[in-house]
C-alpha cells in the first residue's frame, strides 16, 4: 500500500532555512562586532603608545629648556663677569695714565708759565693759565707734544688781560709778570699702549712693558 506523506514540508524546510540564515547573520554579527572590538582594541593601543611618546617628548623637550635657560643664566653671568673685568683694567689703566699725566704736567710746563685750571672730558685734557708771552705757550705746547702722554696741543685762547678774575685763579699771582691768558686742549695719549698690550699676551715679558723709558724722556723735555 503506497504512503502519502501529509505533512508541510515546506514549511519546515522555510523554517529550518530561516533558522540557517539567522544563525549566519548572528555568527556574522558576532564577528563584525569582535572585529570591529579588535580594531578599536588595535587603535586604542596605538593611541596610547603615541601618548606616552609624546609624553616622553614633552618631558625631554622640557630639560632642554631648563638646560637651555641654565646656558643662557650662564651667558648673562659670563658677560657681567667679563664686563667687570673690562671696568677693573679701564680703572687700573686710567689710574696708571692719570699718574703719568700728572707727571708730565708738572715735567712739561716751563718756566714763565702757570696753570689755573685743568679739566678733563673723556680723551681731552683742557688746561688754561697764565704766560709771560706767547713765545712761553708755543714752548709749552711742544713739551706737551713730547711727552708722549698729551698729544695735538689745540690753542683755543692767547690773549694780554691785565686781571685775572678767574675763580680758580690763585690770589697771589702776578698778572703784571705773567699779562697773557691761554686756553688750549690736548687728547690723552698712552704711549706705553703697544708694550701693555704685548705684555698681557706674553706674561713672561711683563716685567718690559712698564713705562721704563718714559724718565729718560721726561729729563729731556
Request: hydrophobic share 40%; net charge positive.
Given at each position: 500500500?503506497?504512503?502519502?506523506?501529509?505533512?508541510?514540508?515546506?514549511?519546515e524546510r522555510r523554517?529550518?532555512?530561516?533558522?540557517?540564515?539567522?544563525?549566519?547573520?548572528?555568527?556574522?554579527?558576532?564577528?563584525?562586532?569582535?572585529?570591529?572590538?579588535?580594531?578599536?582594541?588595535?587603535?586604542?593601543?596605538?593611541?596610547?603608545?603615541?601618548?606616552?611618546?609624546?609624553?616622553?617628548l614633552t618631558a625631554?623637550?622640557?630639560?632642554?629648556?631648563?638646560?637651555?635657560?641654565?646656558?643662557?643664566?650662564?651667558?648673562?653671568?659670563?658677560?657681567?663677569?667679563?664686563?667687570?673685568?673690562?671696568?677693573?683694567?679701564?680703572?687700573?689703566?686710567?689710574?696708571?695714565?692719570?699718574?703719568?699725566?700728572?707727571?708730565?704736567?708738572?715735567?712739561?710746563?716751563?718756566?714763565?708759565?702757570?696753570?689755573?685750571?685743568?679739566?678733563?672730558?673723556?680723551?681731552?685734557?683742557?688746561?688754561?693759565?697764565?704766560?709771560?708771552?706767547?713765545?712761553?705757550?708755543?714752548?709749552?705746547?711742544?713739551?706737551?707734544?713730547?711727552?708722549?702722554?698729551?698729544?695735538?696741543?689745540?690753542?683755543?685762547?692767547?690773549?694780554?688781560?691785565?686781571?685775572?678774575?678767574?675763580?680758580?685763579?690763585?690770589?697771589?699771582?702776578?698778572?703784571?709778570?705773567?699779562?697773557?691768558?691761554?686756553?688750549?686742549?690736548?687728547?690723552?695719549?698712552?704711549?706705553?699702549?703697544?708694550?701693555?698690550?704685548?705684555?698681557?699676551?706674553?706674561?713672561?715679558?711683563?716685567?718690559?712693558?712698564?713705562?721704563?723709558?718714559?724718565?729718560?724722556?721726561?729729563?729731556?723735555?
Amino acid at each position: 500500500m503506497a504512503r502519502i506523506n501529509l505533512l508541510p514540508w515546506r514549511a519546515e524546510r522555510r523554517k529550518q532555512r530561516e533558522r540557517e540564515f539567522y544563525s549566519m547573520l548572528g555568527f556574522a554579527a558576532l564577528a563584525g562586532v569582535l572585529l570591529s572590538a579588535l580594531v578599536w582594541f588595535y587603535y586604542d593601543r596605538q593611541i596610547d603608545g603615541q601618548n606616552e611618546r609624546n609624553a616622553y617628548l614633552t618631558a625631554e623637550i622640557d630639560k632642554v629648556k631648563a638646560q637651555n635657560k641654565e646656558i643662557d643664566e650662564l651667558d648673562k653671568k659670563r658677560d657681567r663677569l667679563l664686563a667687570r673685568k673690562r671696568v677693573i683694567e679701564e680703572l687700573q689703566a686710567n689710574r696708571s695714565q692719570m699718574v703719568h699725566l700728572f707727571d708730565s704736567l708738572v715735567r712739561t710746563i716751563p718756566d714763565g708759565v702757570v696753570l689755573t685750571t685743568v679739566k678733563q672730558e673723556g680723551e681731552v685734557l683742557t688746561l688754561e693759565g697764565r704766560s709771560q708771552s706767547n713765545a712761553r705757550v708755543s714752548n709749552y705746547m711742544r713739551n706737551l707734544e713730547g711727552s708722549g702722554w698729551m698729544t695735538r696741543p689745540d690753542l683755543s685762547i692767547i690773549e694780554a688781560k691785565a686781571q685775572d678774575k678767574t675763580a680758580n685763579a690763585a690770589p697771589v699771582l702776578d698778572t703784571k709778570a705773567l699779562p697773557y691768558v691761554f686756553t688750549l686742549k690736548v687728547t690723552l695719549a698712552n704711549p706705553n699702549q703697544k708694550a701693555e698690550e704685548q705684555a698681557g699676551t706674553e706674561p713672561g715679558k711683563a716685567g718690559a712693558a712698564p713705562a721704563g723709558g718714559q724718565p729718560q724722556q721726561g729729563a729731556k723735555s
